[in-house]
C-alpha cells in the first residue's frame, strides 16, 4: 500500500524463516535480489547478528526488526521506537514529555522501546515485570528516569501511560495491573492487535480508561522502514484504517 501511494513499483513478499535458517534466508534473498526485509519475532536479534553492521538504535536495542541489502553490505535498522512514538505522538495525540510511564515486560519488545520512550523526555519511566530481576537489569542501564517495581506494588501511584510490552496476551494470561495505575486521562496502550482486544485492553477499558493495540505501531514501524529504503514517508492513516477495516472483517 506505501508504494501504490508512492507510485512505485516493487516485489513484497511473506516469508517464513526456518527456526534455524535466519541467515540462510536473508542470504538467499540478497542472491535474488531483494533489498530489504521486515523482521519480525523471533528472528530480530538474529537480524542484528547477520548484518554487517547496524545504526545506533539498532544497537541499542540488540535487535532489529529492519535490513538494508546494498551488495555484500547488510545493514540493521531498528524502526519499532520509533514507530510506537509516531503512533502515540501523530495517532493518538499523547504528549510523552513530562508523562509518568509504567511498561509491563522486560523482554526484547521493552527493552526497544525504552531509550526512544526516554529520549522523549518523561518524567520517569517504571518497569514492572513477571520476572523482577530482568526488569531491574532493564532499569540498571543508567539512566535516573528509570525504575523497577514488582508489578503489585506498581499501584502506589498513577501512570499516564501504561504499555503493555508482554507477550502475555499470546497465552491469554491477564495482567495484575493494580486499579490504582490507572487515572482518568491515563492511555493505556498495548503492543499488540488482533481482532479482539488483549486482556490487557479490556481490564484498563473496564477501568474506563482510553485504549490502543499496536496496529498503528506496526504501520509506522513499517512506514519507518519505507522511509529508510524509498526516502518517502508514506500516509500511514489510510494503511491503518485498510487494515483495521481487515483484521474486524
Ligand atoms: P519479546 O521479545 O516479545 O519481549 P520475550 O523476550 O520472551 O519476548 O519477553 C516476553 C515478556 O513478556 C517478558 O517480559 C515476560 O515476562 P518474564 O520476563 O517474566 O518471562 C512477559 N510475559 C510473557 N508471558 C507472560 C505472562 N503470562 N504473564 C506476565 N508476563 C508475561
Redesign the pocket.
Known amino acids: 500500500m506505501f508504494a501504490e501511494q508512492a507510485g512505485i513499483d516493487l516485489t513484497y513478499e511473506r516469508i517464513e524463516a526456518q527456526a534455524d535458517g535466519f541467515a540462510d534466508c536473508v542470504h538467499h534473498l540478497r542472491a535474488r535480489g531483494f533489498r530489504g526485509v521486515n523482521v519480525t519475532?523471533?528472528f530480530?536479534e538474529d537480524a542484528l547478528r547477520v548484518a554487517s553492521n547496524a545504526t545506533p538504535r539498532a544497537l541499542r536495542a540488540g535487535?532489529a526488526n529492519t535490513l538494508t541489502i546494498d551488495g555484500q553490505r547488510i545493514e540493521a535498522d531498528n524502526t519499532d521506537g520509533a514507530g510506537l512514538l509516531r503512533d502515540l505522538a501523530e495517532n493518538l495525540g499523547k504528549t510523552i514529555a513530562g508523562c509518568h510511564i509504567l511498561l509491563?515486560?522486560?523482554?526484547?519488545?521493552?527493552?526497544?522501546v525504552l531509550q526512544p520512550l526516554l529520549d522523549a523526555n518523561p518524567a520517569g519511566v517504571v518497569i514492572a515485570?513477571?520476572?523482577q530481576e530482568?526488569?531491574m537489569a532493564l532499569a540498571a542501564l543508567g539512566d535516573a528516569r528509570v525504575h523497577a517495581m514488582p508489578?503489585g506494588q506498581a499501584g502506589e501511584r498513577a501512570f499516564d501511560l501504561i504499555i503493555n510490552?508482554?507477550?502475555?496476551s499470546?497465552?491469554g494470561?491477564?495482567?495484575p495491573v493494580p486499579a490504582a495505575c490507572f487515572h482518568g486521562k491515563s492511555l493505556a496502550y498495548d503492543m499488540m492487535y488482533g481482532a479482539q482486544p488483549t486482556g490487557f485492553m479490556r481490564q484498563a477499558a473496564a477501568r474506563g480508561v482510553r485504549v490502543a493495540d499496536g496496529l498503528g505501531m506496526l504501520v509506522e514501524q513499517a512506514a519507518e522502514a519505507f522511509f529508510g529504503w524509498h526516502g518517502v514517508r508514506p500516509a500511514t492513516a489510510p494503511v491503518i484504517l485498510a487494515l483495521r477495516r481487515a483484521l474486524t472483517a
Request: net charge positive.
Open positions: 519475532l523471533p530480530k535487535a509491563l515486560g522486560a523482554g526484547g519488545a521493552a527493552r526497544g515485570n513477571r520476572t530482568r526488569a508489578i510490552a508482554t507477550s502475555a499470546l497465552q494470561s491477564a495482567l
